[in-house]
């Protein structure tokens, strides 16, 4: 089985991915963007340029 991902800002687990403008990086609940926040578990949503896919 694949280790889960950390995050790239304080290396605590990940809850997922998102990618703004250009930037990409595995955040933890603490680090993640609040449009992340608001995803359900398994779900993804693209804003345009922007990418977010909250982990199950």
Sequence with gaps: MAEKPKC?????EAIGFQSM???FE???KDHADSLLLALKPGEKK???VCY???YP
């Excluded at 790239?8 to 605590?12: I, S, Y």
């Design 46 to 48: 693209t804003y345009g």
């Design 8 to 12: 790239d800002r304080c290396g605590c």
């Design 26 to 28: 595995y955040v933890c």
């Design 52 to 54: 977010l896919e909250r």
């Design 21 to 23: 403008e250009g930037g």
